[in-house]
T-cell receptor, first 114, second 117 residues
């Protein structure tokens, strides 16, 4: 069973640039969620994708967008980067059905905006 | 507005003793609670969960207690081991009144547990 993978591991961008982060779900999982974890904080929900459609969104502006592909992998895109976007970005996969609400996280992408 | 609060940023415990990590919440619509452990440079790892209709769930050395009237839950680790040293996050899922299945998790800020040999 393959776990959740994310790429790249680290990224440095300049304010105003655009970035794309990638995530591969755990085998058999059909739902992907993205979280932002700032230093000293817990992960904050950005949005969730199911069947290639956004299914719930947190308090993040529209310049944060995403995609889910037929193989359930996903991308997080951030436009017009700001210094405050510097954070660890976590992807989590889960199964839509069933009693378990566990989400399985990848190792994250550390984004630094200068 | 922080709906899930972990008021202790850190906790230090001797190996073999009990570790108790606490979590408070404010939203009565939360119906499922989870604990995650996070090592540096890794993503959070699921530990144990509890439904709001229960008051206790046990898995090996880990037990989670839920007190709904106090909106409080705690994670007990017995006996504590040095490998348990990590940041522990409390997370909660909200009941979806629309009948859907939104799996959004709301996390606390975490508690750094250090287990000393």
């Amino acid at each position: 069973e393959t776990g959740v993978t994310q790429s790249p591991t680290h990224l440095i961008k300049t304010r105003g640039q655009q970035v794309t982060l990638r995530c591969s779900s755990q085998s058999g999982h059909n739902t992907v969620s993205w979280y932002q974890q700032a230093l000293g904080q817990g992960p904050q929900f950005i949005f969730q994708y199911y069947r290639e459609e956004e299914n719930g969104r947190g308090n993040f502006p529209p310049r944060f967008s995403g995609l889910q592909f037929p193989n359930y992998s996903s991308e997080l895109n951030v436009n017009a980067l700001e210094l405050d976007d510097s954070a660890l970005y976590l992807c989590a996969s889960s199964l839509r059905t069933g009693p378990s609400y566990e989400q399985y996280f990848g190792p994250g992408t550390r984004l630094t905006v200068t | 507005d922080q709906q899930v609060k972990q008021n202790s940023p850190s906790l230090s415990v001797q190996e073999g003793r009990i570790s108790i990590l606490n979590c408070d919440y404010t939203n009565s619509m939360f119906d499922y609670f989870l604990w995650y452990k996070k090592y540096p440079a890794e993503g959070p790892t699921f530990l144990i969960s509890i439904s709001s209709i229960k008051d206790k769930n046990e898995d090996g050395r880990f037990t989670v207690f839920l007190n709904k009237s106090a909106k409080h839950l705690s994670l007990h680790i017995v006996p504590s081991q040095p490998g348990d040293s990590a940041v522990y996050f409390c997370a909660a899922k909200r009941r979806d009144i629309s009948g859907g299945s939104n799996y959004k998790l709301t996390f606390g800020k975490g508690t750094l547990l250090t287990v000393n040999p």
